[in-house]
């Protein structure tokens, strides 16, 4: 079975650009989450779809949005990019909600986002 | 505030010893609490997901405790090995109180190295 895949791998954009990150979750998984990864901040949790809904969600401002289509795929999208937004973003996949139910998370290989 | 500490933020040990990571939480209300291993420019990796009423769960080497009463956590590797250097995140799921939506807190992780 493939594992979750995310593309592009590596973007580089500028200050007040907007960007658009996509996630192929495992072959029947329900549930896509997004993560982001700094070194000072770590992994923070951004939101979690599930079944097309978002479902839950952390403590990012509204640049942070993101939406999943009937295939299950998702998209993250992060509008008038700031400096700070560089990071790697992560997402994952789970088969049931990755966040209150005891369902392991599988995670892709990121995509590291640079703003210049 | 919700939070999460781990401790030590670095350890260093040989092959074939024993180690114990500790992660102390703040989090409520509670959900469950997830132990990751992340190797160096991957994504993370489940080991063990524990809920309200779970005192001990392994996973081969790796054995996570939950004390819920004190708010910690521990994951004990046994018989290190070589492959065992990373980073272990420890995660908290958190409801809110409408008991609808949750959110991942997560730590800012142990880096672990395990030398010849």
């Known amino acids: 079975k493939a594992g979750v895949t995310q593309t592009p791998r590596y973007l580089i954009k500028t200050r007040g650009q907007q960007v658009t990150l996509s996630c192929s979750p495992i072959s029947g998984h329900r549930s896509v989450s997004w993560y982001q990864q700094t070194p000072g901040q770590g992994l923070q949790f951004l939101f979690e779809?599930?079944?097309?809904?978002?479902?839950n969600k952390g403590n990012f401002p509204g640049r942070f949005s993101g939406r999943q289509f009937s295939n299950s795929r998702s998209e993250m999208n992060v509008s008038t990019l700031e400096l700070g937004d560089s990071a790697l973003y992560l997402c994952?996949?789970?088969?049931?909600?990755?966040?209150?139910?005891?369902?392991?998370?599988?995670f892709g290989p990121g995509t590291r986002l640079l703003v210049l | 505030k919700n939070q999460v500490e781990q401790s030590p933020q670095s350890l260093i040990i040989l092959e074939g010893k024993n180690c114990t990571l500790q992660?102390?939480?703040?989090?409520?209300?509670?959900?469950?609490l997830r132990w990751y291993k992340q190797d160096t420019g991957r994504g993370p990796v489940s080991l063990t997901i524990m809920t309200f009423s779970e005192n001990t769960k392994s996973n081969g080497r790796y054995t996570a405790t939950l004390d819920a009463d004190t708010k910690q956590s521990s994951l004990h590797i046994t018989a290190s090995q070589l492959s065992d250097s990373a980073s272990y995140i420890c995660v908290v799921s958190a409801m809110n109180y409408g008991g609808s939506q949750g959110n991942l807190i997560f730590g800012k992780g142990t880096k672990l190295s395990v030398k010849p």
């Open positions: 779809y599930f079944s097309e809904t978002q479902r």
């Open positions: 992660c102390n939480y703040t989090v409520s209300p509670f959900s469950n």
């Open positions: 994952a996949s789970s088969a049931v909600s990755g966040v209150l139910d005891k369902e392991t998370q599988y």
